[in-house]
């Protein structure tokens, strides 16, 4: 075909991440409204709790509002409040920070390990201290902290180990998931993780008095087995799901494991079509760990790819391609400052992270062609430079 007759490419857009609903998503949330269960009373929450806790290994699940009401709901039921401190990433979602902030805890950000991105276990070792009465162990865009890593980092401190595993769904850690590896677990459903509610949330854990105690401060402290006589104990909150999100979250684990490997799959091609262009860090997956690429990370380093983080985003925006940068740290926001205003250390991974990390286009339905267009384009990009 000449050039003047080839027939000029639509223009493209590839969002970051959009939702996959065509299974019986719209079928369930339909039977739903139908039989009129729309609040957080109703079939769909219980069956969506069991379900996907034991999908991840745990036997108990509290469907919540959101991601960071389970993070802040799990820390709540651990007994974190004034006084203690928790140890988390400084490169993270900032809910993480939030969460201990909404305790009234103090939080201690560590500095993260320059391949994954999760907390750095050395660092962790040093931060632990008498006061330090929780973890926040994030599995960083899908790959899964090691666990017996951090549980010999906090040894003989007493401090429970959270797992925030709003991004890592599926995530396995020498053959346990997500979920299942600390003593309590928050999962985010919001729409683009890797199974999606819309909106909501789950605090999984084995142990049943952790998830009693989720279950009563996320409906206002009501007793849970006695009849209402409105006399609250303590302060709750509202942070229920509703039976409608559940229906959703219902459709959305029948294909579970398909839509964790859809995600795997994306990862493998986007890593067969980058790994030759200079100056582009692939994610990893360590051994014994099974990373499940919630969103496609890479990092761009600029003096060898031709051109900065930025510089790359706008391009690609330019081709229709959205992405998004890296997470800033923790020790750069005002509140993180506000609550450690004598914060002395240096985080010279998690700098490095925020200044070079890009996550690509990471859609469930995302196809091969968008790939390799999205690769094309860095590729060309890079060389530009
Ligand atoms: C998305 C996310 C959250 C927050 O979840 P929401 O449902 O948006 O509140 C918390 N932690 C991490 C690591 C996340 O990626």
């Avoid at 995530?171 to 985010?188: K, N």
């Avoid at 609550?339 to 490095?352: G, K, M, N």
Wanted: charged share 25%; hydrophobic share 45%; net charge neutral.
């Amino acid at each position: 075909m000449s050039a003047a007759s080839k027939p000029s490419p639509a223009p493209r857009k590839i969002p970051v991440c959009v939702p996959l609903l065509d299974g019986h998503e719209e079928r369930y949330v339909a039977q739903a409204v139908r039989d009129g269960w729309i609040s957080s009373v109703g079939p769909a929450v219980a069956a969506f709790e069991k379900g996907f806790a034991s999908w991840c290994g745990a036997a108990h699940g509290v469907g919540v509002s959101n991601g960071t009401a389970a993070l802040h709901l799990a820390l709540r039921a651990l007994d974190v409040g004034p006084g203690d401190e928790v140890v988390i990433p400084d490169f993270a979602m900032v809910a993480v920070l939030f969460a201990v902030l909404y305790c009234g805890a103090t939080p201690v950000a560590v500095d993260v390990e320059p391949d994954t991105g999760n907390l750095d276990p050395a660092r962790v070792a040093e931060a632990v201290g008498p006061r330090t009465k929780a973890v926040i162990a994030v599995h960083t865009y899908g790959h899964p902290c090691d666990v017996e890593a951090l549980r010999a980092a906090t040894a003989g401190s007493g401090a429970a180990i959270v797992e925030d595993a709003a991004e890592a769904h599926g995530a396995e850690w020498r053959g346990r998931r997500a979920g299942a590896l600390g003593d309590v677990a928050s999962f985010s459903f919001y729409a683009n993780k890797i199974l999606t509610t819309g909106e909501g949330g789950m605090v999984v854990t084995s142990n049943e008095r952790l998830a009693e105690r989720c279950r009563y401060l996320r409906n206002l402290c009501f007793p849970l087995d006695a009849p209402r006589d409105y006399f609250h104990e303590e302060i709750g909150f509202n942070y229920r799901l509703t039976n409608v999100q559940a229906a959703l979250g219902l459709a959305q684990l029948e294909r579970a494991d398909a839509l964790v490997e859809r995600r795997r799959a994306t990862a493998r091609r986007y890593a067969a079509r980058l790994a030759a262009v200079p100056g582009v860090r692939l994610p990893i997956e360590r051994a014994g760990a099974r990373n499940v690429h919630w969103m496609f990370a890479i990092r761009v380093d600029p003096e060898r790819f031709g051109a900065t983080r930025d510089e790359l985003a706008r391009e690609l925006a330019g081709r229709g391609v959205e992405t998004r940068p890296f997470f800033r740290p923790m020790h750069v926001q005002p509140p993180y400052l506000r609550a450690r205003p004598d914060e002395r250390r240096s985080f010279l991974v998690s700098d490095r992270l925020a200044a070079e990390g890009l996550y690509l286009p990471s859609s469930p339905a995302l196809t091969d062609d968008d790939v390799a267009y999205v690769c094309e384009a860095i590729a060309t990009i890079g060389r530009r430079g």
